[in-house]
């Protein structure tokens, strides 16, 4: 229990330099809760913002604990080109129904080095035609990077939206072997 007495979820949070920009680094007691892009100040403060009122509790910055610690490892590993995947407990609380079943799905079935359509993406869960649902899970991510949805692109070649921006999407591909690495 919380000061307050409520029976909020203890989260700490640390923020990570690296080639495709800072990244925050959220997690629970059940695992790495949230990754967010571009996180400058204001964009961290409105993510912790969201995890305390969704967790419950003020979420603790605390690049030490030895969930983020291994995490941060993990994740430089594999910007490094290093690791091809990550070995982290998650905690999907953050999302739910069709959205968790579509990155669970993701997670497990797209391996490094690889892509899929968004519409085959809608088959594999049992979705035929639900390729705009999917493109929906695939903004609803709370755990990009870590749950691959960079790796889901256009039927047609295109390369798709991204949150973290397209640069950032053409990078971590090209880390992937699956574009050739920009020219400048």
Same mark, same amino acid.
């Given at each position: 229990?919380?000061?307050?007495?409520?029976?909020?979820?203890?989260?700490?949070?640390?923020?990570?330099?690296?080639?495709?920009?800072? +990244?925050?680094?959220? *997690?629970?007691?059940?695992?790495?809760?949230? /990754? @967010?892009?571009?996180?400058?100040? #204001?964009? =961290?403060?409105?993510?912790?913002?969201?995890?305390?009122?969704?967790?419950?509790?003020?979420?603790?910055?605390?690049?030490?604990?030895?969930?983020?610690?291994?995490?941060?490892?993990?994740?430089?590993?594999?910007?490094?080109?290093?690791?091809?995947?990550?070995?982290?407990?998650?905690?999907?609380?953050?999302?739910?129904?069709?959205?968790?079943?579509? +990155?669970?799905?993701? *997670?497990?079935?797209?391996?490094?080095?690889? /892509? @899929?359509?968004?519409?085959?993406? #809608?088959? =594999?869960?049992?979705?035929?035609?639900?390729?705009?649902?999917?493109?929906?899970?695939?903004?609803?991510?709370?755990?990009?990077?870590?749950?691959?949805?960079?790796?889901?692109?256009?039927?047609?070649?295109?390369?798709?939206?991204?949150?973290?921006?397209?640069?950032?999407?053409?990078?971590?591909?090209?880390?992937?072997?699956?574009?050739?690495?920009? +020219?400048?």
């Amino acid at each position: 229990m919380d000061s307050h007495g409520q029976d909020g979820q203890r989260v700490v949070w640390a923020v990570v330099d690296t080639d495709i920009g800072p +990244l925050m680094l959220a *997690a629970t007691r059940d695992g790495l809760v949230n /990754v @967010v892009f571009h996180a400058s100040d #204001a964009v =961290r403060d409105r993510a912790l913002e969201r995890l305390a009122a969704r967790l419950g509790g003020e979420p603790l910055e605390d690049p030490c604990s030895p969930l983020l610690a291994e995490a941060i490892r993990q994740l430089r590993a594999y910007l490094a080109g290093e690791r091809h995947g990550f070995d982290l407990p998650l905690d999907w609380s953050l999302i739910s129904g069709f959205n968790r079943q579509v +990155l669970r799905e993701l *997670a497990s079935g797209v391996p490094y080095g690889t /892509v @899929v359509g968004y519409g085959d993406l #809608a088959g =594999r869960v049992g979705q035929p035609g639900g390729a705009q649902a999917v493109g929906a899970a695939m903004g609803a991510n709370p755990l990009p990077v870590v749950v691959p949805c960079h790796r889901v692109v256009e039927s047609g070649g295109g390369i798709g939206g991204f949150g973290g921006g397209l640069e950032t999407k053409r990078k971590l591909l090209a880390l992937e072997g699956v574009l050739p690495e920009p +020219l400048f």
